[in-house]
Structure formats: structure tokens, C-alpha cells
């Protein structure tokens, strides 16, 4: 209790609560601009925190990272273009909602869901950080290769009916992150012998142009044949009223609470990254959705304005960000890459997470375990005030200026992850080929999976069976790796379970063809 | 007529070098770190040029990150670069290395290393609940099957630490490699790798916190903050020192003047208390090593590393 009253005086100082409240701010503005995440926000403003004391600093990191992470659902919402990658999944029912004419609706829900999972996942981080920094050590090379196959298969749930063309998607992505430095072999391959695919297609502008640019495309086409068709251009929705029902939230309480949940279990193991929680809190959400909602009067179908499909993706990425933390700051293992950033801020003052900084700059360190926890309260109201100001003068752009605006964005993001001219083609490229998925009626989701997960999953079934000497059933050992083996067989159910309720399915409609005849 | 055309010229050229020397430096030099912000050679470089920009006047160092290709984008941005000593390549081991591992498109001959300013010994590190308590352990299991050894990547100059010891002291490893610092500490503390092989500056933190064991140093003497942490000599490893370097490096065919201004400007800053305090701070040991003195460090380490890449098979 001493020490987090010791945090809370360190955060209080007006310098650095400043810092905090301009921190949200920017996250939700960063958050709100395609093109530019909270990486690219990092890389950009790691420089300058250097002329800056050190609490002030990570403060306004906090804030960024938080917020960072509930702004992008704005566009996503707004345009259908993901201000953020963990975004990615609430443009499908937030877009939906917002056509429909509850675009205020839907981005509050979305700003709540971000704030509940946020503050769950601060006081995880507040309570219980020493006993899950213990849980995310169990995780070794067995673990993590079947957390890589558990986060894959979590996609299984999302491909509505072409499970064919999901395959696909999931190989390309899988296929695509093989290029570059193998992690098994220490030599780059299928580079082309380009230096700048040493390490891979660089990732942030690929994410910047599978989101971005290729939503630009879509907008474009959309365009394109309103001009054709002589059809006035669609408007884009007015944001209205932002009131939820007490019904709602109501009903919304369960998937905030799994989905936190979800995205503080994923948070806090490293390497798995806020990408794989969104998936598997969205698939959640899903599966209750058609258990309890789905058919009834009034209700839209799930990827077509369900709100669950927002509160379920938003809550799980906000719960990511202080759990992140957890094994950072207890042992100086960075939850995902972002978070691996602040490592370098705090180098730069010359602090190191890890154990350590809790005896040494104990200061420091509540104050950053507090400000996950009062960024959070701050961005409820932020939100409010950033959705009510700026988003409604940007909306009110005509859209033909703002695709000009967004591909610019882009762009300007992906060329400043490494200040390099070739990631602008990066975006170019996989924005190209992410629209030609659309268009093929390819999800894209098994491909970023598998790009996501990819090189980790290659990387840690390879260790472990270097470890086990190449015996394969050291993935499903109960005795020495009963994570591993209770997360094959999840990963397991979720490929079993469509397919039997497809069989049912058959069958009963067999019999019901038999009776008629 | 000869002889004072011969002298006129010689005059002259010493007047115009004499002359560039006092002109430099006339505007901001980049010093160009080839990874992102926020990494070990990002905070060492701004580190110094805070420090350096004390003793510069009216133009500054300039932190530029040129991050991509494990470094390889920004190291040959360098070599291409005009050698007038506005373009400054953070240098780091990588460099010797990259043109045989990685097929990087320059040559070690590509630059004139200007000064060091880290050395980075490595070290042996095992879990804090490891039961090899002293290097003797450790070696004698090794003998009993390969340990299981993370390592920052094949053909690091981690990994060839460890192939140096099967070579030099015949002790069998099996390398498990990782993708940044990170994941190699969640091995080595969660006791799913036996051990890694670490630079001390990275371990020194986690070893202090106790999450982790040195047992030996690749170094010429004891670290001062592990007394009791024997050298690889003193352990019978048979390796004098294995060190990773981190100094400044300038284009190939810079001028002798710029080079020495470059230098002596970084002994400046090695004599700056500040600077000394912060490096300590960030887990870094400061030194200084002159451009003569830094040759023959990148010498050393290149006659060290390559025969280990040619006998292992480990070029591209």
C-alpha cells in the first residue's frame, strides 16, 4: 500500500499528470491516424523524451501507449480504416453499426470497452504482477510453439464458411513471414539479396499497408462506382448520439469481463502480442453472440453491427497494454513490441527493468504500475472530448480529400519506422495485395495471423525440439509441459467443434429431406 | 623550377589541409545509428552526442536511425557515404562479421574506425536455481552431454563465443538462438535453457537482481562488480578475451585531420563526469580507445572471429 501511495505522489506532481493527460491525448489522436501507431509514435518521440526528466517521460509514454490503443477504433468505426492494427477486427460490426446511422453508439462502446479493459488490466498489474510474472516464466520454448498453434487456430472461428480459402490466407501469411534472417539457421533467405529483407519484410509498414492502403483502395472503389453508377456519394455517418442503454451495457458486462480477461492472459506472456488477443477475444465474443443474441427481433447479425463485435476486440487490446508491463517491469522481459520500447526510453535515464528497479528507483516504477491505472480514468473523458472536437471536424471532410490525406499518412508512417524509402513500397506492395485478397474473397485475418505468429512458431517448435532432442511428443508431455498440452487440445476443439456442428447440421438436414420425401 | 613547382604544390596542399582542418566542422554531423531507437547502441549514441554537442561549437551531433537489415541498411548507407566526416557510423562488431554471415555489401576495408568507446566482455549465465554453483560445474556437465546454451542468433558473435570454447577448451553446446535479449532472459530465468552467453552489460542488472549467475568473464581481469567471477584464463577456457565493441567509424578515405578531431572529441567526452555517470547508469562500462588503438581491436576480433566462421561453415 506504501508503495503505491509512493507511485501515486510521484504521478500527482503537476508536471508529470500533465504529461499523462497530454500522453492520452496524443495516443487517441496517434491511435485515430491511419498509418501512425504507437511504434511509430515511440520511435519518433524516444529522441526528444531524452531532454525530458525521467517520470515525465514515461508518463507521457503511458499515455500514448494506453490510448494509442482505443483511438484507433475512431477511424475504424468512421471510415472503415483501422487507425491501429488493434483495430483491425471492430472496423467489421463498428463500420456496420455506423452505416446503419449509431456511429455514436458504436464508438462508445468502443471508448468504454477500451477504458473497462484498461482498468482491469491496471489493477492486474497493481495487485497481481509479482504472481503472473511467475506464470509468464512457465512459458519456455514447449509453451510458446503451442501458444503460436492455439493463437493460429483461434482463426478457425472466424472463417464463415470458405474454410478452403482461409487455409490459403493462413499459408500465405505463414509462407510471407518466412522471408528474411532464419532464427533456426542464422542466414537470411528468399531476399532476393536485398539488405533490406535481412530481417524480413519490414513489419510495421507491411501492417501500414494492410490496413491503411488497402482500405484507401476499398475507398476508392467505392468511388469509383458511385461516379459510374451516377449514385450520390454516400455521406460519411454522422457521429449522433453517444448515449448507451442501460440494457447494453448490461448485456456487454460478460464479453468486457472475458475479453479482458483474455487480453490480460495474452498481455502478460511475452511474445504473443495484442494481435492474438484480439483474435481470440473476437472469436469469443462470437460464439456467445449466436449462443444468446443471434436471430432475434431486432438484432443485426454478427459482422454486421453486433456490439459485442466491438466490445469484445476493444476491451481485449486495452487489457494487452498493463499487462504488457507485467513481465517487464518484474523481470525486464518486454510483453510485446511496443512495450519492449519503453525499455530503450528507460535505458535512455538510465533506469533497466527488471527486479531491480523496484528496489532501486521504486519511485519510478509505482509511478509508471499507477499511471496505467490513471491514464485509463483520464481516457474516458478524453475520448469524449477528442470524438466530440476533432473527430467531428475530420469527419466532416469530404472523402475524396481525406483518401488523398490517409495515403499520405501512410506513407509518411511507414517511410519513418527506420527512416528507409524502401518501406514506402512495403506499404504500396501489401496494401496491392491485401485489396487483390478482398476482391479474391480471401480473409485477410489467417494471413496477418500468420505473419504475426509465424516466425515464433518456427522459431519455438524448432527449440523445442532441439531441447527434447527431436522427440515430438514433448509438445503434449503432462507431466513436464501441462500448459502446452491443455492449449493443443483448446486449439484442437476449435478445429473439431465447426466441423462437428457442421455434421449436425448435414445430418439434420438429411433427415428433414427423408421425412419430406 | 621544378623543385619550387614540386614545393609550391607540397605548400599548397599541406595550406589546404590545414585550412579543411579548421573548417571542420562546419554544419551537423549524423551520426548514424544503423537499429531503431531505444537499443543498446541508440542510448550509447545519444549518450555521447549529449556529451560531445558540450564541446562543439555552433554545430551539433545528430543522432540519425537508419535501422533495417540487422543493421546492414544503415552500416553500408555509411560506406557509400562522402568521406567528409558529416556521415558517422555507429560502429559495433556486427560490421567485421556482416559482409561473411549476412552478404552485407561492404567491406571491414570500407571504413577508418575513428575511437571505441565500450567493450562488452561476454560472460556465462545460468539460472539463479541452476545447480552448477561455480564454472567447474559447468564445464564438468558439458562433458556429460551439450548444454542447452541460448544465444542471440547463429553466427553471432555469441555463438562463435561458444564454438571458440568447444575449439579452444572442448566443451559441447547445444545452441538454442533467440530473437532479441528478452526472450534469452525468459529462458535462462524461467530454467528452460541451461545457460547463455551473454555481454556483461547486459547480464550485469539481472546478476545484481540475482535472477540469474555469472560464472566467468572473457576478459583480461575480474570486473570490479563481480570479484569473486573468475576470467576465462583464470577458469581454464583457454580465451584471453572475447569482447563485443561499440566506437564511432567514418568512410574510407576521410582525412587524417577529421579522423583525429573526431577522436579527440570523444576523449573529451570520455573525460566528462556526466557522461561516465550515465553510461554506468544504462549498464554500460565507458571507455576510450584511440583510432590506432580501435584497429587493432577490430584486428583482434576480426583474426579471432573469421577462422571460427570458415571452420564452421557459417559463411553465406
Redesign the interface.
Known sequence: MDQIALGFSELLQPAVLMMLTIGVFAGLVVGSIPGVNDNIA??VF??FS?NLPAEQALALMVGIYCAAAAGGAIPAIMIRVPGTASALLTTINGNAMARKGQAGQALSIAMVSSVVGGLLSALVLLVFAPALAKV??????VENAALTILGLSSVVGLLSGNVLKGVISAMLGLLISTIG?S??????RYTF?S?????GI?FVPMLVGLFGVAAVFDLLRDQAQERRENTEAEKLPEIGSMRLGRRLIRRLIPTWLTSAAIGNFIGVL??AGMLMAIYIAYDQAGRRFRKHFAGRKGEANWDEGAPEGIAAPEAANNAVTASSMV?LLS????GNSTS??F???M??H???P???LFTQHADIAWMIMVAFLACNIIMGPAAYIVIRTVSRVIFSIPKNVMVGVIVLLCLLGAYS????L?NIWVALGAGAVAYLMKIANIPLGPAILGLVLG??ME?SIA?SL??SRGDWLVFVDPVNHPISAVMLLAALLMWVAPALRGLRHMRANRFAKGQRS | MLKSLLLGAVLGTSLIASASAQDYPTQDIDLVVPF?????V??TS??LA?AANKYLDGVSVV????????G??GQ?FVSKAKPDGYTVLAMTSSVVTNPQ?????YNIEDFTPVAAYNLDPEVIAIPASSPFQTIDDFVAATKDRPL?ITVA????SH?MAGLALTSAAGLEF?Y?????F??Q???V?????DGAFWPMGEAM??A????VRILAIASDARDPNFPDVPTFEEAGLNIPIWATFRGWAVPAGTSDDTVSFLSDLLKKVFEDDTYQ??MA???FDPIYRDAANFQSIITAYSNQVVPIIEDNG?A?
Request: without cysteine; aromatic residues 6%; proline residues 9%.
Open positions: 515511440f520511435a524516444i529522441p531524452f509468464a516464466l512457465r512459458f519456455g520454448y534472417y532464427q533456426v539457421t542464422g542466414y537470411p539479396g539488405i533490406n529483407l535481412i530481417e519490414p511475452p511474445g513481465p523481470l525486464g522481459i518486454p519492449a520500447l525499455i530503450g526510453a535505458a535512455l538510465g533506469l533497466v527488471g527486479p531491480l519506422d527506420g527512416n528507409n524502401f516466425g515464433q522459431a527449440n532441439s531441447i | 531503431d531507437p531505444g537499443g543498446s541508440d542510448v545519444r549518450l549529449e543522432v540519425s536511425n537508419r535501422a533495417g537489415g540487422g546492414v541498411v553500408s554471415l549476412k552478404g552485407a555489401p542447452n542468433g547463429i553466427g553471432t555463438h547445444n538454442i538462438p533467440a530473437n532479441g528478452g526472450e532472459l525468459q529462458a530465468v524461467g530454467g528452460h535453457a542488472v539481472h545484481e537482481a540475482g535472477t555517470e550515465k547508469a544504462a549498464g557459417l553465406k
